[in-house]
């Protein structure tokens, strides 16, 4: 299992799965992370917190602990 957090800079994946329950993964899915969204990872700040992406054409930061729900591939 690879994580969005895990995922270099640069790299393009697919989402696989979202972990969590509730209003949390509701509100990732709401940002447009869905099962099978293409993700660029654009670039992750020296902390590692928050991680800039770009997901259906537009650009997004998530918190690390929401790109650790992230499962890719």
């Known amino acids: ?5 895990e995922t270099a800079v640069g ?9 969590g329950e509730g209003d949390l993964k509701r509100h990732i899915m709401e940002m447009g992370i869905t099962k099978g969204a ?3 990872v654009r670039k992750v700040a020296p ?4 991680v800039e992406i ?3 054409g537009y650009e997004l930061s998530l918190r ?10």
């Open 64 to 73: 690390k602990e929401y790109a650790e729900l992230i499962e890719v591939e």
């Open 11 to 19: 790299s393009n994946v697919t989402v696989k799965r979202i972990c």
């Open 47 to 50: 902390l590692g917190d928050p």
């Open 54 to 56: 770009t997901v259906r």
């Open 1 to 5: 299992m690879t994580t969005l957090k």
């Open 38 to 40: 293409e993700i660029y």
